[in-house]
């Protein structure tokens, strides 16, 4: 099983950058799927999440109008829009995937917003 996130990096604030994670080694059509992140000495807290169909979303709702969460099944891969980003926004981010009794995780990817 493998969670491989990319395309973190750094931006200025109100700029855009969009994560992605693909998955192999689990039917990924069967797990709901989330981004999560985490800063220094605190917790990991949950950014955006969708069914497994790619039907429901939810949004935590600091990100709300900004991270567009979707997924593509065939790709095996999950994506997180982020847009009009922010220096609260600047942290590790993590997916994950929760479906038939199992939590994997990636190894997470760096987004910096700094001027």
């Known amino acids: 099983v493998q969670l491989v996130e990319s395309g973190g990096g750094s931006v200025h604030p109100g700029g855009s950058l969009r994560p992605s994670c693909a998955a192999s080694?689990?039917?990924?059509?069967?797990?709901?799927m989330s981004w999560y992140r985490q800063t220094p000495g605190k917790e990991r807290n949950l950014v955006a999440s969708?069914?497994?169909?790619?039907?429901?979303?939810n949004y935590v709702d600091s990100v709300k109008g900004r991270f567009t969460i979707s997924r593509d099944n065939v790709k095996k891969t999950v994506y997180l829009q982020m847009n009009s980003l922010k220096p609260e926004d600047t942290a590790v981010y993590f997916c994950?995937?929760?479906?038939?009794?199992?939590?994997?995780w990636g190894q997470g990817t760096q987004v910096t917003v700094s001027s």
């Open positions: 994950r995937a929760v479906g038939e009794g199992y939590i994997y």
């Open positions: 080694g689990f039917t990924f059509s069967r797990y709901a």
């Open positions: 969708v069914s497994s169909n790619g039907g429901a979303t």
